[in-house]
């Protein structure tokens, strides 16, 4: 069971989130981004639902042998009914957000990359956040979230685990690719981003 100090944090972080979803209006797309080549590309800080997120496209073995998801089930692959998302930043600064299964008891996880445009997207990329906790305290919401420090949750789900990581500190030009995958079913998930960073279409 997480400890007191951390079920308290998010509890008040849940009533945070709610409040967060209702603002935002809502991108509807249905599932065709199963794969990095063709990721839903994000250049709005905004509120978005993915449907129907079955399987894990053409490219099976684009998320193989990541860090945060060995000692689990997995052994290291981060896809299952997997969605993938790229962004740019276009001015400096934190950028968080928050990943809400249509269904609560869905378990989430998620690997951000950050890369380089140019050349090829498994030779040019870091890991910046990955996040596999699991078990009925790693259901529902998940994300970045301001306040959190850590940079990978693993298996499981500790005493000093939430569910949640900490924001990307960005920079103008910066690249990422965020995989998005529901361990437990292909209902699907809204995502909402904000933050002081800002993305290629905004002024």
């Known amino acids: 069971m997480p400890h007191k100090a951390t079920f308290?944090?998010?509890?008040?972080?849940?009533?945070?989130?709610?409040?967060?979803?209702?603002?935002?209006?809502?991108?509807?797309?249905?599932?065709?981004?199963?794969?990095?080549?063709s990721a839903a590309m994000i250049c709005h800080k905004s509120q978005y639902?993915?449907?129907?997120?079955?399987?894990?496209g053409k490219n099976t073995k684009e998320a193989l042998?990541?860090?945060?998801?060995?000692?689990?089930?997995?052994?290291?692959?981060?896809e299952t009914n997997s969605t993938w998302l790229k962004f740019k930043i276009k001015e400096a600064g934190k950028l968080m957000f928050m990943?809400?299964?249509?269904?609560?008891?869905?378990?989430?996880?998620?690997?951000?990359?950050?890369?380089?445009e140019k050349g090829s997207f498994t030779g040019k990329r870091k890991i910046v956040r990955c996040m596999s906790s699991g078990g009925p305290e790693g259901l529902g919401m998940t994300g970045l979230l301001e306040g959190d420090k850590d940079t990978e949750e693993g298996p499981g789900f500790f005493y000093d685990y939430n569910n949640c990581l900490k924001p990307l500190d960005t920079e103008a030009d910066d690249c990422y690719v965020l995989l998005v995958s529901n361990v437990t079913s292909d209902i699907g998930f809204v995502i909402a981003f904000w933050g002081t960073a800002k993305?290629?279409?905004?002024?």
Do not use: R, W
């Not at 009533?15 to 509807?28: D, E, H, K, R």
């Open 8 to 37: 308290f944090t998010m509890t008040f972080k849940t009533t945070q989130l709610i409040a967060l979803f209702s603002f935002f209006s809502v991108g509807l797309f249905a599932q065709k981004y199963a794969d990095c080549d």
């Open 49 to 56: 639902a993915f449907t129907k997120c079955h399987g894990e």
């Open 65 to 78: 042998n990541i860090g945060c998801f060995f000692g689990g089930q997995s052994d290291g692959n981060a």
């Open 99 to 116: 990943i809400n299964p249509l269904d609560s008891l869905q378990d989430i996880d998620f690997v951000v990359f950050k890369y380089k």
């Open 199 to 203: 993305l290629e279409c905004e002024e």
